[in-house]
């Protein structure tokens, strides 16, 4: 199979492509705006004990204060012990290192813990845990107990910390693994060198972004290539690769075409087609997506399907298709949760069993934690998917001013962003003086203010003008570029 990820970078935002055989499977994004800080390393100062809520603030130099509970101190987790009353482990102005577990979220601070986890491409390391672990995902006993045993005889006599396995290193060489377990311990020695010369509230260690970390978790044996279209992006990768993951190399290139890489690949076109509540299939069948906050439902419809002899025949074949597209919408959008999907009833049992097996075939291509159930008793298929991150209709739109929360729009800064990017195509299509730019108010007010430095670093490599007029007949999502 020939899986290629497609890499976009502009200063305002990451995003990559997953594609097999040419076809969008996932798709990341990650924007400088707001980047998560999950996997951070801090040196904070405690400013606040609570022992009513067993928990202390922390100051990390954010907005708002950290929280850390009692149950987040890896000290009293470790001895399988009790844990002692907070007020007895920590004091106002004790400075501490530790590490984000949750990202802010509206008024509520960021969630810490005191164990620092190191993340590597084959192994995880616990600098203050002496203990061994197999990813979960890797089920087959033998070969647990087999990479243990390798692992065990890799590990430095000095070692005081313990590792976690990860499903990449169960076709690591030796070699690989003792350069991954090399690694993590100088970025321990880094972070710790770090704390003792840095006065809190400190930054010790941010973890990867996104275009390194995708080399780094996501790649595998299956991956042909792998395509960055920003030149200073390429050699970055290029040179984390050499270091710590020479196999990537010959698979990275730059991609240096005048035709945006995403419009090429089509995938502009999946991005807009996954943020729509209706997915066409090709037998004239459809999907319609409805994503709430408690779970999200799968409606299957024959639609303009008239293919088959009878009607059993018809349904069936929908059914089998809608299982392979609903697996690839789930990689796609993202989705979490709990997920029902119902499927056009089915008098024949063997139907019913030969779409469910369809469906867990076609998701054993999703690296995602998830279960499925079999039919209920009224037909629908209920499953489960780990969230991992954000969905991409979170992630890209907001709840419509308009409708009231009914529907949903694409956010001011992702319209910045699509002009941006529309303004680039235009420059490279025309021999314009000058870019006249007709918006909604908000989205011209963005462009005025946060990312006028993304204007002018456009405007400035594209050599010409680009002025702004705010329409306030227009809708958010509505703009004009107008040729002078």
């Not at 994004?29 to 022992?51: C, D, F, H, Q, S």
């Not at 409805?290 to 024959?302: F, L």
């Not at 227009?474 to 107008?482: A, P």
Request: glycine residues 6%; hydrophobic residues 40%; aromatic residues 6%.
């Amino acid at each position: 199979m020939s899986i290629e990820f497609l890499i976009n970078c502009t200063p305002q935002e990451t995003r990559v492509a997953v594609t097999e055989q040419g076809v969008v499977q996932e798709l990341h994004i990650e924007r400088t705006a707001n980047r998560g800080i999950v996997g951070n390393v801090y040196l904070g100062r405690v400013v606040r004990v609570l022992p009513g809520m067993q928990s202390a603030f922390v100051d990390i130099g954010l907005e708002r204060t950290a929280f850390l509970h009692v149950a987040d101190i890896w000290n009293e987790r470790a001895n399988g012990e009790p844990a002692r009353s907070i007020e007895r482990l920590l004091a106002e102005g004790q400075n501490i290192t530790v590490q984000v577990l949750k990202d802010p979220l509206g008024t509520k601070g960021a969630r810490l813990s005191t164990q620092i986890s190191l993340a590597g491409r084959m192994l995880v390391y616990l600098p203050q845990d002496k203990h061994i672990g197999i990813s979960q995902r890797i089920e087959d006993e033998t070969e647990r107990e087999r990479l243990r045993e390798r692992l065990t005889a890799l590990i430095p006599e000095d070692e005081t910390g313990g590792y976690i396995v990860r499903t990449m290193a169960e076709s690591a060489t030796d070699e690989e693994l003792a350069a991954d377990i090399d690694y993590l311990r100088k970025l321990w020695a880094e972070i710790r060198g770090r704390a003792s010369a840095s006065q809190p509230p400190a930054l010790l260690h941010q973890d990867l972004d996104l275009a390194h970390r995708v080399l780094r978790d996501l790649v595998t044996d299956e991956v042909s290539r792998i395509l960055v279209d920003s030149r200073e992006n390429y050699q970055r990768l290029l040179a984390f690769a050499r270091e710590y993951s020479p196999k990537v190399v010959p698979l990275l290139a730059h991609y240096s075409g005048e035709r945006p890489l995403f419009d090429l690949h089509n995938v502009e076109i999946e991005i807009e087609k996954a943020l729509a509540r209706r997915v066409d299939l090709k037998s004239g069948g459809y999907l319609i997506f409805d994503q709430t906050e408690a779970m999200t439902t799968i409606d299957v419809n024959t639609g303009g399907f008239v293919g088959a002899r009878n009607f059993d025949d018809t349904i069936f074949k929908t059914n089998l298709e809608a299982a392979q597209a609903i697996a690839r919408q789930l990689r796609l959008r993202n989705l979490g949760g709990i997920i029902i999907i119902d499927f056009i009833d089915m008098e024949n049992l063997e139907h019913r069993n030969q779409v469910l097996e369809e469906l867990k075939k076609a998701l054993q291509r999703d690296h995602t934690k998830m279960s499925v159930n079999g039919f209920t008793g009224l037909g629908l298929v209920e499953m489960t998917r780990k969230r991992t991150r954000e969905s991409l209709t979170h992630l890209l739109c907001e709840p419509c001013p308009t409708c009231e929360g009914r529907g949903e729009v694409k956010t001011a800064r992702t319209m910045c962003y699509e002009i941006l990017r529309e303004l680039l195509r235009e420059a490279r299509q025309f021999n314009a003086k000058e870019f006249r730019l007709l918006a909604a108010p908000v989205v011209v007010d963005l462009f005025l203010d946060e990312e006028s430095q993304a204007l002018a670093m456009l405007s400035d490599f594209i050599g010409k003008k680009i002025s702004l007029h705010p329409e306030a007949s227009y809708t958010q999502e509505q703009f004009d570029i107008v040729l002078l």
